[in-house]
């Protein structure tokens, strides 16, 4: 299923992405504040920086769970009309053949 696959891989790229930028957030907080250099505009911009990243990264997740959703119902969806195929050609099968008068 190449659509699901593909949103899984989204899925797992965006899911790379926050955990880098919440362990920069982490390390930031930890470290950075012990060794300013009295420009907090600099910090300031960072921290907006890391913050759109979260942002982004989680409307991407969350784009490639609709996605896998969406290849999910359509291959349900492909599924059910074979059987439903399948099962009609049994029943057409099974029913013994008229004879025309």
Do not use: C
């Amino acid at each position: 299923m190449i659509g699901f696959d593909a949103a899984l891989d989204g899925m797992h790229r965006a899911q790379t992405q926050i955990t880098r930028t919440t362990n920069r957030l982490a390390q930031w907080s930890i470290g950075d504040l012990n060794k300013t250099d009295g420009n907090p505009e600099e910090d300031r911009v960072e921290l907006s920086d890391e913050m759109v990243s979260l942002i982004n990264n989680r409307n991407t997740f969350e784009e490639n769970v609709k996605s896998a959703r969406t290849a999910d119902e359509m291959a349900r969806t492909a599924l059910s009309m074979f059987d439903e195929k399948a099962y009609a050609k049994q029943d057409q099968q099974a029913r013994p053949a008229r004879s025309r008068p």
